[in-house]
């Protein structure tokens, strides 16, 4: 599986779009890009994903570059309950695709 | 569904003893993955199954660990015997694997664990 490169850490005010970026430049061609996000104590959350094609759902976007090689998870309106660290990670697609963890992004939402 | 179903929430054992984790993955879900969390080493994917079968087990540090998963409703991972330095948080998670496409692994609440 394709590894994955994120800031350590971002801070974001309340109310403001968050843009978290992540470098895959090994992704391979049959290799989903997902986003996770684990708010303290908790257990980890699925957020969005996609293969090559810009994706939207309730939570957030997820633009992926046309060469695949990075991409950026964007909370349109983040709020303090979005402080969170938050995971890209690179999956083969199929059944037995691995879900491997990095060191994720800390953001932290300010008032 | 009530989600994913780890328990016991918090387990404090003795060093020595033989420690015990389950999880009820959710109702139709044929993938099920073990991970453990510490601050140093951050998640850790211990074993994964698919449809019941382990797929890898790379993650399993040492022989101490095991894993089994008896049927599609019910899995356990068992240390033995049971280190301080295998404190953390360990969590299961389950998807749904339908050809070539994954749908979203979901998260129990995790089961922490202390070793004194």
């Known amino acids: 599986d394709a590894k994955t490169t994120q800031p350590t850490s971002m801070d974001c005010a309340e109310g403001r779009a968050a843009n978290l970026p992540c470098n895959h430049s090994t992704i391979s061609g049959n290799e989903y890009v997902y986003w996770y996000r684990q708010i303290h104590s908790q257990g980890p959350q699925y957020i969005i994903h996609?293969?090559?094609n810009n994706e939207t759902n309730e939570m957030a976007s997820l633009i992926i570059t046309e060469d695949r090689k990075s991409s950026t998870l964007i909370l349109p309106h983040a709020t303090l309950r979005d402080t969170a660290v938050y995971y890209c990670?690179?999956?083969?697609?199929?059944?037995?695709?691995?879900?491997?963890f990095g060191q994720g992004t800390t953001l932290q939402v300010k008032p | 569904d009530a989600g994913v179903i780890q328990s016991p929430r918090h387990e404090v054992t003795e060093m020595g003893q033989e420690v015990t984790l389950r999880c009820k993955p959710i109702s139709g879900h044929n993938s099920l993955f073990w991970y453990r969390q510490t601050m140093m080493r951050g998640l850790e994917l211990l074993i994964y199954?698919?449809?019941?079968?382990?797929?890898?087990d790379s993650g399993m540090p040492e022989d101490r660990f095991s894993a089994k998963m008896p049927n599609a409703s019910f899995s356990t991972l068992k240390i033995q015997p049971s280190e301080p330095r295998d404190s953390a948080v360990y969590f299961c998670?389950?998807?749904?694997?339908?050809?070539?496409?994954?749908?979203?692994?979901?998260f129990g609440q995790g089961t922490r664990l202390t070793v004194v």
């Open positions: 996609g293969l090559k």
């Open positions: 990670i690179v999956r083969v697609a199929g059944n037995t695709g691995k879900l491997i």
């Open positions: 998670a389950s998807s749904l694997g339908d050809g070539g496409v994954n749908t979203e692994a979901f």
């Open positions: 199954f698919n449809n019941n079968v382990p797929i890898d």
